[in-house]
T-cell receptor, first 109, second 112 residues
Framework: RKEVEQDPGPFNVPEGATVAFNCTYS??????FFWYRQDCRKEPKLLMS???SGNEDGRFTAQLNRASQYISLLIRDSKLSDSATYLC??????????FGTGTSLTVIP | DGGITQSPKYLFRKEGQNVTLSCEQN?????MYWYRQDPGQGLRLIYY???????QKGDIAEGYSVSREKKESFPLTVTSAQKNPTAFYLC???????????FGNGTRLTVT
Protein backbone atom coordinates (compact mmCIF):
# COMPACT_ATOMS: atom_id res chain seq x y z
CA ARG A 1 0.00 0.00 0.00
CA LYS A 2 1.30 3.46 -0.87
CA GLU A 3 1.96 5.90 1.95
CA VAL A 4 -0.34 8.50 0.42
CA GLU A 5 -3.01 7.94 -2.23
CA GLN A 6 -5.12 10.38 -4.17
CA ASP A 7 -7.70 10.07 -6.91
CA PRO A 8 -5.86 11.53 -9.92
CA GLY A 9 -9.06 12.78 -11.51
CA PRO A 10 -9.38 14.74 -13.68
CA PHE A 11 -12.16 16.68 -12.03
CA ASN A 12 -13.91 19.02 -14.46
CA VAL A 13 -16.38 21.31 -12.70
CA PRO A 14 -18.30 24.44 -13.70
CA GLU A 15 -17.55 27.80 -12.17
CA GLY A 16 -19.26 28.24 -8.86
CA ALA A 17 -19.42 24.54 -8.09
CA THR A 18 -18.23 22.89 -4.91
CA VAL A 19 -15.65 20.15 -5.33
CA ALA A 20 -13.97 17.84 -2.83
CA PHE A 21 -10.84 15.73 -3.05
CA ASN A 22 -9.84 12.94 -0.72
CA CYS A 23 -6.39 11.74 0.26
CA THR A 24 -5.76 8.55 2.24
CA TYR A 25 -2.61 7.90 4.25
CA SER A 26 -1.20 4.70 5.71
CA UNK A 27 0.70 5.87 8.81
CA UNK A 28 -1.76 6.20 11.67
CA UNK A 29 0.87 8.07 13.71
CA UNK A 30 1.02 11.02 11.28
CA UNK A 31 0.39 14.31 13.06
CA UNK A 32 0.45 16.85 10.27
CA PHE A 33 -0.86 17.02 6.75
CA PHE A 34 -0.46 19.49 3.93
CA TRP A 35 -2.30 20.41 0.76
CA TYR A 36 -0.26 22.00 -2.02
CA ARG A 37 -1.37 23.54 -5.28
CA GLN A 38 0.79 23.02 -8.36
CA ASP A 39 0.21 24.91 -11.58
CA CYS A 40 1.47 23.51 -14.86
CA ARG A 41 5.28 23.67 -15.08
CA LYS A 42 5.58 25.47 -11.74
CA GLU A 43 6.64 24.51 -8.23
CA PRO A 44 4.10 23.29 -5.63
CA LYS A 45 2.84 26.03 -3.32
CA LEU A 46 1.48 25.43 0.16
CA LEU A 47 -2.27 25.84 0.26
CA MET A 48 -3.21 24.57 3.71
CA SER A 49 -1.69 22.88 6.74
CA UNK A 50 -3.76 20.55 8.92
CA UNK A 51 -2.63 19.69 12.44
CA UNK A 52 -5.88 18.81 14.18
CA SER A 53 -9.37 18.12 12.93
CA GLY A 54 -9.30 20.61 10.12
CA ASN A 55 -8.60 24.06 8.81
CA GLU A 56 -10.49 26.68 6.85
CA ASP A 57 -9.23 29.55 4.71
CA GLY A 58 -11.83 31.43 2.73
CA ARG A 59 -13.31 29.11 0.11
CA PHE A 60 -11.00 26.27 1.09
CA THR A 61 -11.63 23.78 3.89
CA ALA A 62 -9.46 20.84 4.86
CA GLN A 63 -10.82 18.15 7.13
CA LEU A 64 -9.02 15.31 8.83
CA ASN A 65 -10.62 11.97 9.64
CA ARG A 66 -8.12 10.07 11.79
CA ALA A 67 -10.33 7.03 12.24
CA SER A 68 -10.51 6.43 8.50
CA GLN A 69 -7.09 7.94 7.82
CA TYR A 70 -8.02 10.44 5.18
CA ILE A 71 -7.82 14.16 4.62
CA SER A 72 -10.23 15.99 2.39
CA LEU A 73 -9.97 19.32 0.61
CA LEU A 74 -13.19 21.16 -0.15
CA ILE A 75 -13.28 24.08 -2.56
CA ARG A 76 -16.45 26.15 -2.58
CA ASP A 77 -17.56 28.58 -5.30
CA SER A 78 -14.87 27.35 -7.72
CA LYS A 79 -13.05 29.97 -9.77
CA LEU A 80 -11.33 29.53 -13.12
CA SER A 81 -8.09 30.35 -11.28
CA ASP A 82 -8.53 27.27 -9.08
CA SER A 83 -7.62 25.06 -12.05
CA ALA A 84 -4.44 23.25 -10.99
CA THR A 85 -3.16 19.99 -9.57
CA TYR A 86 -3.67 19.54 -5.83
CA LEU A 87 -1.07 17.52 -3.95
CA CYS A 88 -1.56 15.83 -0.61
CA UNK A 89 1.66 15.61 1.44
CA UNK A 90 2.24 13.73 4.70
CA UNK A 91 5.47 13.88 6.71
CA UNK A 92 7.06 10.56 7.56
CA UNK A 93 9.88 9.26 9.69
CA UNK A 94 13.30 10.84 9.45
CA UNK A 95 12.04 14.18 8.11
CA UNK A 96 10.90 12.59 4.88
CA UNK A 97 7.69 13.58 3.11
CA UNK A 98 5.27 11.37 1.24
CA PHE A 99 3.45 12.79 -1.75
CA GLY A 100 0.25 11.77 -3.40
CA THR A 101 0.31 11.76 -7.19
CA GLY A 102 -1.97 14.77 -7.25
CA THR A 103 -5.55 15.45 -8.27
CA SER A 104 -6.13 17.47 -11.41
CA LEU A 105 -8.89 20.10 -11.31
CA THR A 106 -10.21 22.08 -14.26
CA VAL A 107 -12.85 24.72 -13.62
CA ILE A 108 -14.93 25.35 -16.73
CA PRO A 109 -16.54 28.70 -17.59
CA ASP B 1 12.22 38.16 2.02
CA GLY B 2 13.25 34.61 2.94
CA GLY B 3 13.02 31.89 0.39
CA ILE B 4 14.66 29.26 -1.75
CA THR B 5 16.45 30.14 -4.94
CA GLN B 6 17.17 27.65 -7.67
CA SER B 7 19.29 28.46 -10.64
CA PRO B 8 19.24 28.39 -13.52
CA LYS B 9 15.56 28.17 -14.42
CA TYR B 10 16.34 26.38 -17.70
CA LEU B 11 19.43 24.30 -18.43
CA PHE B 12 20.46 22.56 -21.61
CA ARG B 13 23.28 20.01 -21.79
CA LYS B 14 24.68 17.46 -24.14
CA GLU B 15 24.52 13.81 -23.21
CA GLY B 16 27.61 12.66 -21.35
CA GLN B 17 28.19 15.93 -19.50
CA ASN B 18 27.82 16.38 -15.78
CA VAL B 19 25.74 19.35 -14.70
CA THR B 20 25.23 20.99 -11.32
CA LEU B 21 21.96 22.58 -10.21
CA SER B 22 22.12 25.26 -7.56
CA CYS B 23 19.84 25.54 -4.53
CA GLU B 24 20.23 28.25 -1.89
CA GLN B 25 17.93 29.05 1.03
CA ASN B 26 17.93 31.86 3.58
CA UNK B 27 15.16 30.44 5.74
CA UNK B 28 17.62 28.97 8.26
CA UNK B 29 16.12 25.53 7.64
CA UNK B 30 18.11 22.47 8.62
CA UNK B 31 16.50 20.02 6.21
CA MET B 32 16.83 20.28 2.43
CA TYR B 33 15.56 18.04 -0.35
CA TRP B 34 15.88 17.39 -4.06
CA TYR B 35 12.94 16.03 -6.04
CA ARG B 36 12.50 15.10 -9.65
CA GLN B 37 9.23 15.48 -11.52
CA ASP B 38 8.53 14.03 -14.95
CA PRO B 39 5.60 15.18 -17.10
CA GLY B 40 2.28 14.06 -15.64
CA GLN B 41 4.03 12.34 -12.74
CA GLY B 42 4.38 12.90 -9.03
CA LEU B 43 7.48 14.07 -7.17
CA ARG B 44 10.23 11.55 -6.51
CA LEU B 45 12.91 12.05 -3.86
CA ILE B 46 16.50 12.05 -5.08
CA TYR B 47 18.49 13.07 -1.98
CA TYR B 48 17.84 14.82 1.29
CA UNK B 49 19.94 16.35 4.02
CA UNK B 50 18.90 16.91 7.61
CA UNK B 51 22.04 18.72 8.69
CA UNK B 52 25.27 20.16 7.33
CA UNK B 53 27.78 17.57 6.11
CA UNK B 54 25.19 14.81 6.14
CA UNK B 55 22.80 13.56 3.44
CA GLN B 56 20.84 10.43 2.58
CA LYS B 57 19.78 8.79 -0.66
CA GLY B 58 16.17 8.99 -1.66
CA ASP B 59 14.22 6.67 -3.92
CA ILE B 60 16.05 7.52 -7.15
CA ALA B 61 19.60 8.55 -6.16
CA GLU B 62 21.42 6.60 -8.87
CA GLY B 63 23.23 8.93 -11.26
CA TYR B 64 23.04 11.90 -8.90
CA SER B 65 25.31 13.35 -6.23
CA VAL B 66 24.94 16.12 -3.65
CA SER B 67 26.94 18.01 -1.07
CA ARG B 68 25.94 19.98 2.02
CA GLU B 69 28.94 22.02 3.05
CA LYS B 70 26.85 24.98 4.22
CA LYS B 71 23.43 25.13 5.81
CA GLU B 72 22.21 27.46 3.08
CA SER B 73 23.33 25.45 0.09
CA PHE B 74 22.47 22.01 -1.29
CA PRO B 75 23.70 21.64 -4.89
CA LEU B 76 22.72 18.64 -7.00
CA THR B 77 24.99 17.18 -9.68
CA VAL B 78 23.40 15.19 -12.45
CA THR B 79 26.10 12.86 -13.70
CA SER B 80 26.49 11.18 -17.06
CA ALA B 81 25.47 7.94 -15.33
CA GLN B 82 21.87 9.17 -15.03
CA LYS B 83 20.08 7.44 -17.90
CA ASN B 84 17.16 9.83 -18.34
CA PRO B 85 18.17 13.19 -16.87
CA THR B 86 15.67 15.38 -18.71
CA ALA B 87 13.15 16.45 -16.06
CA PHE B 88 11.93 19.23 -13.79
CA TYR B 89 14.09 19.40 -10.64
CA LEU B 90 12.71 20.89 -7.44
CA CYS B 91 14.66 21.83 -4.35
CA UNK B 92 12.84 22.24 -1.03
CA UNK B 93 13.57 22.90 2.60
CA UNK B 94 11.81 22.42 5.91
CA UNK B 95 12.34 23.64 9.44
CA UNK B 96 11.79 20.12 10.75
CA UNK B 97 9.29 17.54 11.84
CA UNK B 98 5.63 18.23 11.10
CA UNK B 99 6.43 21.49 9.29
CA UNK B 100 5.66 22.04 5.62
CA UNK B 101 8.10 21.99 2.73
CA UNK B 102 9.04 25.22 1.03
CA PHE B 103 9.94 24.84 -2.64
CA GLY B 104 12.22 26.71 -4.96
CA ASN B 105 10.85 27.58 -8.40
CA GLY B 106 12.60 24.66 -10.04
CA THR B 107 15.15 23.99 -12.75
CA ARG B 108 14.05 22.46 -16.03
CA LEU B 109 16.91 20.35 -17.38
CA THR B 110 17.01 19.17 -20.97
CA VAL B 111 19.71 16.77 -22.08
CA THR B 112 20.08 15.98 -25.77
Amino acid sequence: RKEVEQDPGPFNVPEGATVAFNCTYSNSASQSFFWYRQDCRKEPKLLMSVYSSGNEDGRFTAQLNRASQYISLLIRDSKLSDSATYLCVVPGAGNQFYFGTGTSLTVIP
Amino acid sequence: DGGITQSPKYLFRKEGQNVTLSCEQNLNHDAMYWYRQDPGQGLRLIYYSQIVNDFQKGDIAEGYSVSREKKESFPLTVTSAQKNPTAFYLCASSIGADSPLHFGNGTRLTVT
